[in-house]
């Protein structure tokens, strides 16, 4: 199983659209909780970071859920220049530094 | 400062030979990683530095990796006798260890693209 799951999509919506994406972790330990956006040939920049409570900026809510493992992203009023790919990350504890990312959820947002 | 500098940012080499890739990090970051990224996957750790310490490699380095960080400022990841598996994006990121805002979080580079023949 692999240690931070998403699904592949692609996930093809209209402009205006609500679109929430998952992600499944399998560490039930893992402490710190990220979403980045990865566009097409360029690196990932962090998009936003995830709160145990919850968290929101502007169009964009994230959450967690520790009971079964999983964070989610909301976006609600797609733009066209949401179009990319989402990476889950997650920051495993245990002594780890190092980031685990998901293999990413492809969104496009058609006119 | 304007980021995290990578070069070169393609290569093209012939399986068997060796290459090397250059990390500059964020002047005040502390923490440096290198990742790999092929077509379809997320970013895969390699490894990890604090300051000048190689604190963390993964399995993915396998014995023809070696990454350095000799004075905790730039590093260099070097790949010997490549391999066609081996072309991929190699991705650089950097962060500083501390509380509040920004701490922790990566900033990549560009990267730089590897094409073994």
């Known amino acids: 199983r692999k240690e931070v799951e998403q699904d592949p999509g692609p996930f093809n919506v209209p402009e205006g659209a609500t679109v929430a994406f998952n992600c499944t972790y399998s560490?039930?330990?893992?402490?710190?909780f990220f979403w980045y956006r990865q566009d097409c040939r360029k690196e990932p920049k962090l998009l936003m970071s995830?709160?145990?409570s919850g968290n929101e900026d502007g169009r964009f809510t994230a959450q967690l859920n520790r009971a079964s493992q999983y964070i989610s992203l909301l976006i609600r009023d797609s733009k066209l220049s949401d179009s990319a790919t989402y990476l889950c990350v997650v920051n495993e504890g245990t002594g780890r530094r190092a980031l685990t990312f998901g293999s990413g959820t492809r969104l496009q947002v058609q006119p | 400062d304007t980021g995290v500098s990578q070069n070169p940012r393609h290569k093209i080499t012939k399986r068997g030979q060796n290459v090397t890739f250059r990390c500059d990090p964020i002047?005040?970051?502390?923490?440096l990683y290198w990742y790999r990224q092929t077509l379809g996957q997320g970013p895969e750790f390699l490894t990890y530095f604090q300051n000048e310490a190689q604190l963390e490699k993964s399995r993915l380095l396998s014995d023809r990796f070696s990454a350095e960080r000799p004075k905790g400022s730039f590093s260099t990841l070097e790949i010997q006798r490549t391999e066609q598996g081996d072309s991929a994006m190699y991705l650089c990121?950097?962060?500083?260890?501390?509380?509040?805002?920004?701490?922790?979080?990566?900033?990549f580079g560009a990267g730089s693209r590897l094409t073994v023949l």
């Open positions: 990121a950097s962060s500083f260890r501390g509380q509040g805002s920004g701490a922790n979080v990566l900033t």
């Open positions: 002047s005040e970051h502390n923490r």
């Open positions: 995830v709160y145990s």
């Open positions: 560490n039930s330990a893992s402490q710190s």
